[in-house]
């Protein structure tokens, strides 16, 4: 395995946590969202990632893509709330499908992951630094 594959799977990575980050502060964010341009509350959204081959010599060397951010099918909260402007007709406002607490961790883990990846990007650089600094001598 060169340098360069193991920037190309922390590179990898280091870009599906960021996409992880956002996405889960952007749940938060629009937690109490209950009326959208498109109608009805904020449906939240997911990540789905795919494990991608990041070399042709060696398959097993494996990075990570985002494949795709679709909408959560977790169910909507629903609330009695009928004063609010948005209840039906039996007094319920359909809530976002958001929840907080596992959107933070999700917010943990994608940070945690982030960290780990930059590891060993910082990792890699500094050996390879040092492995310059040994061949001069």
């Known amino acids: 395995m060169s ?3 193991v ?6 990575g280091l870009y599906a946590q ?13 937690a ?20 991608v081959p990041i070399s042709d010599k060696n398959p097993y060397l494996q990075g990570v893509e985002v494949e795709a951010i679709v909408n959560s099918k977790r169910p ?4 009695y709330d009928p004063d609010n402007p948005d209840a039906d007709k039996n007094g319920y406002v359909k809530y976002p499908n958001v929840d907080v607490v596992t959107e933070m961790v999700e917010l943990l ?10 590891a060993v990007v910082t990792t890699s650089k500094d050996m390879a630094l040092r492995t310059i600094d040994l061949l001069r001598t």
């Open 109 to 118: 883990s994608a940070s945690r992951a982030y960290e780990a990846n930059l």
């Open 3 to 5: 340098l360069m594959d």
């Open 76 to 79: 909507f909260k629903m609330v």
């Open 18 to 30: 960021r996409v992880r980050i956002s996405v889960a502060a952007t749940n938060i964010a629009n």
């Open 7 to 12: 920037y190309k799977i922390a590179g990898s």
């Open 32 to 51: 109490d969202v209950t009326r959208t341009l498109q109608g009805g509350p904020y449906v939240a959204k997911d990540v789905v990632l795919r494990a």
